[in-house]
């Protein structure tokens, strides 16, 4: 089957930031989850290139706005790839490619009659790229997100008829799965029952943006032209993405993961967009919550941003990515706390598990020829054989729902009770009698087995700690699939046992670190 999962278009105003991180963190643990169903995914992330907002910031730093595009888009590109991020596309709103597609769009917009020339005039926000309702005695009003004044505009803009899908757009919320998670779908159902409205979709005192097709001192609206790049990145053609039904064979999308800041624009306007092109809207949108850090919320002006950079420094990937998704709850609003990232990362992947495997391996290659003992009698008796089924059906339960917190919580109770086992069995004191050396192979192969489907279910979440653990099981992590790899009673003692080294280094907690 087929799966096609986005991150948000980034916009490059300024360099990716911790929230942006961990949207692509949890995008990247989906598509790797999916790709281990043994899906062909498409993973399709990148950057929305164009506005107001962005040609101020660049004349501010005295650049072309081009430059200081492809200089931000460097910098998330390079830390992707610093995260392991395994994306397919990366799709670009300034590419030639993404221009075609946009007026290929809007031509078949153009054909169902849904775009009409009207006069829009308000207060608006640049940093919001929004007309603002504001109250009609405020004379210099003040957007509540940015706290900056408003400007005034009063111009032509072409709108597209978002009022006409207003129950096709009604039926489409309601479906199950559309809209996660639930108190969202709320919102949004909410905001639409109070009827949609008309929304501009160019501007005319913008030159930093794609042209319109026979409006030529209109450029489109940054939304109109942003939420495309979702399409242009998924089609089959990328060197000349046409818009037809071949190429359409990775859309609809499965999920558009965003903040939920954005959640209406990708609920409402984009769907109808589609709807009105004669294309299906997406299956399923899902709007994750904000990070504040140690319960404040993180802003230059508080001198209190955390740099994903320097925590990468600090922790490694497979820190960040585990405490980012493993101890805030995907949906919610999370908290970054030092102390608690240090103790789980800690306690989790050093302790629990790196233990584990390090001090099982020892015991197997000492009492058993260098190698994985050979159970001839009981790999079907051990207790954890059961266990781990259950936390198998535990963990593909919850990461389905996006509960990456439930799942990463079945691996470790796996490898506590595999910890629990090996300390209550005590192979090292039934070693000394030599007729215990069937029950000592069995226990050391169950819980090296144990260790072999943690690391698999792993994988999602911490890739390169998930590889490390395999190779000391000499396993080769390409040939994994969940089908194939996680039945119990798989681990070969033919393929003998690489010298156990520490998979996970302990981490110093250090409170001053990176404030900037
Ligand atoms: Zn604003």
Not at 428 to 456: P, Q, T
């Amino acid at each position: 089957m087929k799966y096609t999962i986005t991150t948000p278009l980034y916009y490059v105003n300024d360099k990716p930031h911790l929230g942006s991180s961990y949207t692509t963190i949890a995008c990247d643990a989906i598509a790797r989850f999916q790709r281990l169903k043994g899906n062909t995914v498409l993973f399709l992330t990148g950057v929305d290139e164009h506005g107001q907002k962005i040609e101020r910031t660049a004349a501010s730093k005295k650049l072309q706005p081009q430059l200081h595009c492809d200089e931000i888009t460097r910098k998330y590109k390079y830390l992707w790839d610093k995260l392991n991020i395994s994306y397919d596309r990366f799709v670009r709103t300034t590419s030639k490619e993404h221009t075609s597609l946009v007026h290929q769009f809007y031509s078949k917009v153009l054909k169902s009659d849904d775009i009409y020339m009207g006069r829009q005039s308000g207060w608006y926000c640049v940093g919001c790229e929004e007309y603002k309702d504001v109250d009609k005695n405020d004379k210099a009003p003040i957007c509540s997100i940015h706290k900056k004044e408003l400007e005034w505009r009063d111009e032509e803009n072409l709108f597209f008829k978002l009022s006409k899908y207003q129950d096709q757009i009604e039926k489409l919320i309601q479906i199950d799965g559309f809209i996660s998670p639930k108190s969202r779908k709320n919102e949004i159902i909410n905001f639409v029952s109070k009827g949609l409205r008309d929304f501009s979709i160019s501007r005319v005192n913008l030159r930093w943006g794609i042209d319109v097709p026979g409006n030529e001192d209109h450029t489109f609206y940054v939304w109109f032209d942003a939420l495309l790049g979702y399409l242009s990145g998924s089609l089959s053609y990328q060197d000349s993405p046409e818009l037809t039904n071949n190429s359409l064979t990775n859309w609809p999308a499965n999920l558009h993961v965003i903040g939920k800041d954005i959640l209406r624009f990708h609920a409402v306007y984009w769907p109808a967009m589609l709807l009105s092109a004669g294309m299906k809207p997406p299956i399923s949108v899902f709007g994750h919550g904000f990070l504040t850090r140690e319960g404040q919320k993180m802003g230059k002006s508080l001198g209190n941003v955390l740099d994903p950079i320097q925590l990468l420094e600090y922790g490694g990937i497979d820190a960040m990515r585990w405490y980012l998704l493993r101890d805030i709850e995907f949906g919610d609003d999370g908290d970054f706390q030092m102390r608690r990232f240090v103790d789980i990362v800690n306690s989790d992947l050093s302790n629990t598990i790196g233990n584990l495997l390090n001090r099982t391996i020892t015991m197997s290659k000492k009492w058993f020829n260098n190698s994985i003992p050979i159970d001839n009698s009981s790999v079907v008796e051990s207790p954890l054989k059961d266990l781990s089924e259950l936390k198998i059906n535990e963990y593909m339960e919850s990461f389905m729902k996006n509960n990456f917190k439930n799942s990463a919580n079945s691996i470790i109770d796996l490898a506590n009770s595999a910890n629990h086992y090996l300390n209550e069995q005590a192979p090292w004191k039934l070693i000394k009698d030599v007729s215990n050396k069937d029950i000592v192979a069995r226990d050391i192969y169950s819980v090296l087995e144990s260790c072999r489907i943690i690391a698999i279910l792993l994988n999602p979440f911490v890739p390169n700690l998930s590889i490390r653990i395999l190779n000391q099981l000499n396993i080769d992590s390409t040939l994994i699939t969940f089908e194939k790899s996680l039945n119990w009673g798989l681990l070969n003692p033919s393929n003998g046992l690489n010298n156990p080294t520490p998979v996970m280094n302990k981490l110093e907690f250090n409170e001053d670190l990176f404030y900037e």
